[in-house]
Nanobody
Framework: QVQLVESGGGLVQPGGSLRLSCGAS????????MGWYRQAPGMQRELVAY???????NYVDSVKGRFTISKDNAKNTVYLQMNNLKPEDTAVYYC?????????WGQGTQVTVSS
């Protein structure tokens, strides 16, 4: 049974930082493209960042220079370091794993950026 469990969300002031974690079980993340998506109220879910099996990364323009995705294959965990957070980053953040036709989602973690 595959599980992706996100943690690290919360309430933070503008300009603050959070680090999200996604712990995986039932899969080996080194084989997968691992991504972070987010969905704000009334909006479509969007891809924020992803990291390939080889460690290559890509980001949506709105988070470039502020967010960093990384992974620890030994811990089977993916991270999203979020710095200089803005109110528009408020959303539920989801972890995603994809390998060919196999795709899995986590349950999401809420990030709220507000003063």
């Amino acid at each position: 049974q595959v599980q992706l469990v996100e943690s690290g969300g919360g309430l933070v002031q503008p300009g603050g930082s959070l680090r999200l974690s996604c712990g995986a079980s039932g899969i080996t993340i080194s084989l997968y493209v691992m991504g972070w998506y987010r969905q704000a109220p009334g909006m479509q879910r969007e891809l924020v960042a992803y990291i390939t099996s080889g460690g290559g990364t890509n980001y949506v323009d709105s988070v470039k220079g502020r967010f960093t995705i990384s992974k620890d294959n030994a811990k089977n965990t993916v991270y999203l370091q979020m710095n200089n957070l803005k109110p528009e980053d408020t959303a539920v953040y989801y972890c995603h794993a994809n390998w060919g036709s196999r795709a899995y989602w986590g349950q999401g973690t809420q990030v709220t950026v507000s003063s």
